[in-house]
Structures are given as C-alpha cells and as structure tokens.
C-alpha cells in the first residue's frame, strides 16, 4: 500500500498537479511530501503524481537517479507522457504504473501492459454559492502585501454595522516573485479573520474587477505606511466613484479627507450609512477626476516641457 504522495510542485495556489495531490492524500489520510524533500526516503512505497516536463533538468535527474535506486519500491501516477529517456525508466522501474486518460493508456500500455487507466475528479477546493448580503468589500492588490492587523479592524467596523456582509478578495503578483509560504498563510489568516464571509477571487481581469468596484459597497485598500498618489487600485476605485477604505498618512494624496471623499481605517470608528457611503463615493470620484485623472497628468507634463 503507499504511503505518501509525492509531488514536485506543491503549492496547490499556483499548480494543477499540486493541487490534485493534496485533495487525493487526504482523501487517502496520507502525507503529501516534495520529491525533492530529504524525508521521501522514510516511505517504503510513495506514490509519485507528477508530470515531468515540469521538472527542472537538475531535478529530473536527481528523480532519475532515484528511481533506478528505488527500482519496484514506488508507485507512479502520470499527468503527461513526453518520452524522454527519464520517463521510459521511470515507467520501467515502477511497481505500479497509473495514468490519467485514455490517450495516455493507449500511448503507454505496450511498454506498461499492467497500468491502469484513471482520470482525475475536480480540483476545487471551495465550493461556495455567493450570499447575497446588505453590505460587500472588494479588496484587490499585489500579494505579499495583505496587512493583516487592519484588515481585523475592518472586521470589526463590519460586525458593528449588524448588517450582512461579504468579503471578496482578488490578488496580483509582482513580476518575479511567486505564491510562496508566507503568502498562503496570509490568505489563510485572511479566512480566519471573515471566516464564512469571505471569497477568493484570485486573478481578475480588468474587466471583472471594474464590474466589483461598481457593484461593492467599499473596497479596501491598506498599506504599510499609508496611500501614496501612485496606487492605481485605489485611483481606479475612486474614478469609478467607489468608497474606498484605506490608511492615510501625512505622505498620502493631497485632499482626501476622512469620510469626505475616502475612509480612513485608523480614524474610523464607525463606518457610513449608505447614504453617506454613496456621497463620500460621489466625492471620490469628483477629486480623482478633477485632481488626479489623466487630463490632469498629461496637463502637467505638458507644463513640465514648456518650461
């Protein structure tokens, strides 16, 4: 019987196969452990769920080497079949071989007359209906950013109201940096905070995004000092005439004022009715338009050249 689930990637965020090898160990109650992890080598029969052509060239040769060590001591669940040198062994040195389609099967069973033929069930892992609820918070931004502290105040003024409400959380990423363990657990911290209350959204294109700031009640938007006149979440939100809740500083945009035209998290000890929740929007989208828009940027940089 195996023992674990080995996998290369194993950040079910940001990887299909990640994903799928954690939703089948635990329906099968087994640890999922990295290929590359020295600990592999204290299960007598892991199962490997991989698909190769995802492997590094160093990484795939260690596997290899692996593999011819642990010749009939492992298990093999194929994603993809590319028939390199390294998969033909792997496919020769496993005890059981399984792949996850029809095409694979026929492609492999000359080589693996014993392997069987599976498939792969869905993936999701947060089957939740949205609720319609009296109030909703759209907060989008770059990960690895996500200020944990405010957004439980932000909770706090949310359940003062003893109105409904959801939470939808959409993210992006800096080039050249990744889902990593920090991030997920400040996602999980998230979900801890609104519990039941919130949504993930993950990536969004600018076409649903401009549909949530519409449709919101407020998004919010935190810093790690305070809003800077740069930040195109907020300057979008505020063009669409949303409400935006955020934290100010003396280095903030000139003219935002709390609960005139945005919501200042650290000054906030209630939050608006709807009535002053549509002004303060109106507000916003007045001084985006007028003070920080693009006519504005273009008039400027025009000024600039002349002189």
């Known amino acids: 019987m195996i023992d674990c689930v080995a996998g290369y990637h194993l950040n079910p965020w940001?990887?299909?196969?990640?994903?799928?090898?954690?939703?089948?160990?635990?329906?099968?109650?087994?640890?999922?452990?990295?290929?590359?992890?020295?600990?592999?080598?204290?299960?007598?029969?892991?199962?490997?769920?991989?698909?190769?052509?995802?492997?590094?060239?160093?990484?795939a040769a260690d596997l290899d080497a692996w593999g011819r060590a642990h010749a009939g001591c492992f298990e093999l669940f194929l994603h993809a079949f590319d028939g390199t040198p390294v998969e033909q062994r792997l496919l020769a040195a496993a005890a059981r071989v399984s792949v996850a389609n029809a095409e694979l099967a026929r492609t492999l069973r000359p080589a693996r007359p014993d392997l069987q033929e599976m498939f792969c069930p869905g993936t999701i892992l947060g089957p939740q209906r949205y609720q319609r609820t009296d109030l909703s918070v759209f907060t989008f931004g770059m990960a690895h950013k996500i200020r944990v502290p405010l957004y439980r105040r932000l909770r706090?003024?949310?359940?003062?109201?003893?109105?409904?409400?959801?939470?939808?959380?959409?993210?992006?990423?800096?080039?050249?940096?990744?889902?990593?363990?920090?991030?997920?657990?400040?996602?999980?911290?998230?979900?801890?905070?609104?519990?039941?209350?919130?949504?993930?959204?993950?990536?969004?294109?600018?076409?649903?995004?401009?549909?949530?700031?519409?449709?919101?009640?407020?998004?919010?938007?935190?810093?790690?000092?305070?809003?800077r006149a740069n930040n195109t979440t907020v300057n979008a939100a505020m063009e669409s005439g949303c409400a935006v809740i955020t934290n100010l500083d003396g280095h903030s945009p000139a003219g935002l004022v709390h609960m005139r035209n945005v919501i200042d998290i650290n000054c906030c000890d209630r939050l608006p009715d709807l009535d002053e929740t549509r002004r303060i929007g109106l507000a916003a989208r007045d001084i985006a338009h007028t003070r920080y828009g693009w006519d504005q940027l273009v008039a400027q940089l025009r000024s600039v050249v002349r002189l």
């Open 14 to 59: 940001t990887c299909g196969i990640a994903k799928f090898n954690m939703i089948l160990a635990r329906h099968l109650g087994l640890p999922v452990v990295g290929i590359r992890d020295g600990a592999l080598t204290r299960y007598r029969r892991p199962l490997l769920s991989i698909k190769l052509s995802e492997f590094s060239e160093s990484d």
């Open 156 to 227: 706090d003024l949310l359940e003062a109201t003893g109105k409904s409400y959801s939470v939808y959380v959409s993210t992006a990423l800096h080039e050249n940096t990744s889902f990593d363990g920090s991030f997920v657990v400040r996602f999980e911290e998230l979900q801890s905070i609104f519990d039941r209350h919130v949504y993930f959204m993950g990536y969004l294109s600018d076409t649903a995004v401009y549909n949530h700031l519409i449709d919101c009640t407020y998004i919010a938007a935190f810093f790690e000092k305070g809003l």
